[in-house]
């Protein structure tokens, strides 16, 4: 939370009829919202809606578990997308219906973690039924809240999974016929059928007591999260005064009245499951799984050099067009990267074609966990044709380098920031024998310049990949090449530099 969001004093009004007006709230929501507009102590929901509430209910049991620390929400599609506005936690905001299973991710690459999906009725039950149900079913240790009010409320009232029968939406204008529509779908009941699921129950938010009900289930469902008890649910009903076009009080009334008779409230399910003796997943590191470092294992001669890295994270595009070897480059230093024991992502790009179509790829070599393998403003980006150079310059952060595959650069092209380097590695590997290779002549020379990566481990990931002799022999030159080109005969676009350099 910034110091500026904490810091900031709410003026609590005063009512007309003398009295004060009271705005306590949890510790977990941030003091002021950091989002568009004046009304940065109000969130944005209609008033009388059930999101807030929910909100409280969570933001409550998470200050009196003291989890608040531990929990990331994933907020959906829905009026609730803007759940990260208002609760200090982690946060993520996931696609349409795809909570449960971005939580599941998270759970299990964060197993320390309180992974709390929250879903609206479009969110889970129509476009995402198959992420829930899947969730529940492998018994995925996460919290799903469930806010079931019987409608689309954020694209403006169609017809929702959960839309009571007789019900009137813009998409069910004559109110729902089964007949037409099918019947509404009760997604508790249908969770309850699986073997997986913890604990399943359906509250209200139609009254006091049942706001109360509905407290204690959100708190008993961290409360299992928290103790690795497996798949949690709680279905909230809840009032959407303004899709219902009803005073918010009506509201209120309507969920007692209409809903609970069509969705009853019960405890579903409040038991663990009875799993079979030696279930448990057999627990081996990923390299062992996919058996990286067997060679390395058994002849520490072939180990890499040990490279001191000089940075926390260091990120690379590299863009051409198909055929260029641009995702397989990314590939190599990736490969590079795991064996100098870096955290290494790689996450392509490419059109339909599979030749001379736009390609690129990112590349993020890190000595901590990767956040996210999409990178906004790589250190580094290799352009292989001028197509790239052009389109991706601008995205280098200020002080990262272009290493563009040409002797110059384009006349009419001024770089927007970052320093280049022209390296005409197509030319270098048709003098080679292959334009094949323009892309480890790339790598060679990213490699001299950066000292991202050791050449030595190149060379031993080049000679692991490359079944045929000689093109390895081939690709062993233009390595050398590379790198020979940079020590010695480095440009600056067109202009020749003493250190190769930009000013
Ligand atoms: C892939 C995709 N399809 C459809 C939409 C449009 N859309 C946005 S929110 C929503 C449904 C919202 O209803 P619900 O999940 O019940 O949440 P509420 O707004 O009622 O809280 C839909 C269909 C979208 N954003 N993305
Ligand atoms: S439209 Fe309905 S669900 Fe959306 S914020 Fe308003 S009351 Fe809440």
């Given amino acids: 939370m910034s110091d500026e969001s904490k810091a900031g004093a709410i003026e609590l009004p005063v009512s007309d009829n003398?009295?004060?007006?009271?705005?306590?709230?949890?510790?977990?929501?941030?003091?002021?919202?950091?989002r568009k507009g004046e009304l940065k102590h109000q969130t944005h929901y209609c008033p009388g809606c059930g999101h807030g509430v929910v909100h409280k209910l969570i933001a409550e049991a998470l200050e009196e578990l003291g989890l608040q620390d531990r929990s990331i929400l994933v907020s959906p599609v829905g009026c609730s997308v803007f759940a990260y506005y208002y609760l200090d936690v982690g946060n993520v905001q996931v696609a349409h219906g795809r909570a449960p299973a971005a939580a599941t991710a998270l759970r299990r690459s964060?197993?320390?973690?309180?992974?709390?999906?929250?879903?609206?009725?479009?969110?889970?039950?129509?476009?995402?039924?198959?992420?829930?149900?899947?969730?529940?079913?492998?018994?995925?240790?996460?919290?799903?809240?469930?806010?079931?009010?019987?409608?689309?409320?954020?694209?403006?009232?169609?017809?929702?999974?959960?839309?009571?029968?007789?019900?009137?939406?813009?998409t069910s204008p004559w109110g729902r016929r089964p007949a037409n529509e099918g019947f509404p779908l009760h997604v508790c009941e249908l969770l309850a059928t699986l073997e997986a699921?913890?604990?399943?129950?359906?509250?209200?938010?139609?009254?006091?007591?049942?706001?109360?009900?509905?407290?204690?289930?959100?708190?008993?469902?961290?409360?299992?999260?928290?103790?690795?008890?497996?798949?949690?649910?709680?279905?909230?009903?809840?009032?959407?005064?303004?899709?219902?076009?009803?005073?918010?009080?009506?509201?209120?009334?309507?969920?007692?009245?209409?809903?609970?008779?069509?969705?009853?409230?019960?405890?579903?399910?409040?038991?663990?499951?009875?799993?079979?003796?030696?279930?448990?997943?057999p627990r081996r590191p990923v390299p062992d799984v996919l058996e990286i470092f067997t060679e390395q294992k058994t002849?520490?001669?072939?180990?890499?050099?040990?490279?001191?890295?000089?940075?926390?994270?260091?990120?690379?595009?590299?863009?051409?067009?198909?055929?260029?070897?641009?995702?397989?480059?990314?590939?190599?230093?990736?490969?590079?990267?795991?064996?100098?024991?870096?955290?290494?992502?790689?996450?392509?790009?490419?059109?339909?074609?599979?030749?001379?179509?736009?390609?690129?790829?990112?590349?993020?070599l890190s000595k901590e966990r990767i956040g996210s393998p999409l990178i906004s403003h790589p250190d580094v980006l290799v352009a292989m044709n001028e197509i790239s150079l052009r389109k991706f310059s601008s995205e280098v952060a200020a002080d990262g380098l272009i290493l563009y595959n040409h002797e110059n650069l384009p006349s009419d092209f001024v770089p927007p920031q970052g320093r280049v380097v022209c390296v005409p590695a197509s030319q270098i590997a048709d003098k080679l024998g292959s334009a094949k290779v323009a892309n480890v002549v790339m790598m060679g020379a990213l490699l001299e310049e950066t000292e991202c990566l050791a050449s030595g481990t190149a060379v031993a990931v080049l000679e692991d990949k490359v079944k045929k002799l000689d093109l390895l022999e081939l690709d062993r030159r233009a390595l050398v090449a590379g790198r020979h080109f940079i020590d010695e005969q480095a440009h600056l676009g067109a202009v020749n530099q003493p250190d190769g350099f930009a000013d």
């Fill in 18 to 34: 003398g009295y004060d007006a009271i705005h306590a709230k949890s510790a977990v929501f941030y003091d002021l919202y950091e």
């Fill in 110 to 170: 964060c197993p320390d973690k309180i992974v709390i999906a929250y879903q609206g009725d479009g969110d889970l039950a129509a476009i995402g039924t198959a992420e829930i149900v899947h969730a529940a079913n492998r018994g995925e240790n996460i919290t799903c809240f469930f806010v079931n009010n019987a409608i689309y409320g954020m694209t403006g009232g169609q017809m929702a999974p959960t839309t009571l029968v007789g019900q009137k939406s813009t």
């Fill in 197 to 281: 699921p913890v604990y399943l129950e359906r509250v209200a938010l139609s009254d006091n007591k049942n706001i109360m009900r509905a407290r204690r289930a959100v708190r008993k469902a961290l409360e299992l999260q928290r103790d690795g008890a497996g798949f949690t649910l709680v279905e909230i009903l809840s009032p959407c005064p303004t899709i219902w076009n009803m005073d918010p009080v009506v509201a209120r009334h309507w969920v007692a009245e209409k809903m609970i008779p069509a969705f009853p409230l019960n405890v579903f399910r409040d038991r663990k499951p009875v799993m079979p003796v030696n279930n448990a997943p």
């Fill in 299 to 364: 002849a520490d001669t072939s180990l890499p050099p040990k490279h001191a890295h000089h940075f926390k994270d260091f990120t690379i595009k590299i863009a051409g067009f198909g055929g260029q070897g641009v995702l397989l480059l990314g590939q190599l230093l990736t490969e590079m990267g795991m064996r100098e024991g870096l955290e290494v992502s790689w996450l392509p790009s490419y059109g339909p074609e599979m030749r001379s179509g736009s390609a690129h790829c990112h590349v993020c």
